[in-house]
């Protein structure tokens, strides 16, 4: 992510903590605003945060719950921010070999359309414009089909020269 997306440090914790606030809502079924400790490593692993299960109980110990075995949106963000890291990002081989389960025929190429609904759906969600850049890099076929591969690599290099923020 480059710095020019992010703005300032703040943005980036302000984004992360939206994040965690949607995450918290829909766990937060009763509106109470409260949910479950039992639900901590779920919510933490879908956060993009990296969670072995044998590390979850070690993570419900560390927590502040009510008498219920329950915790609000300040201390699950707290939990999710002191005990738990970012999971580590991808190598370029593993996302393509997470396209290449896409790729219907085999051949390299997913479509445009294909492509957009798993930057939607996968990892981190990327805004309209964001998977508009990755397009411009490396530009999809006239038949509407993106090298994959290509792509993912172009980024890649591209990222790479390319300041970044740790999240």
Known sequence: ISIEDLGTHSDVTNMETEKFKQLFDLFDQNKDGLISIEDLGTIARAS????????????????????????????MTRLLREHVRPARVAPTQEIIESFRIFDKERNGLISVADFRTLMLYLGETLPDAEVDRMLALCPPRPDGMVDY?????????????TPLVAL
């Open 48 to 75: 993009g945060r990296d969670l072995p299960e044998s590390d979850v109980q070690e993570l419900m110990a560390a927590a502040h719950t009510s008498a219920g075995g329950n915790i609000d949106l300040p201390e």
């Open 149 to 161: 591969e290509l792509l993912v690599r172009t980024v890649a290099e591209s990222a790479s020269n």
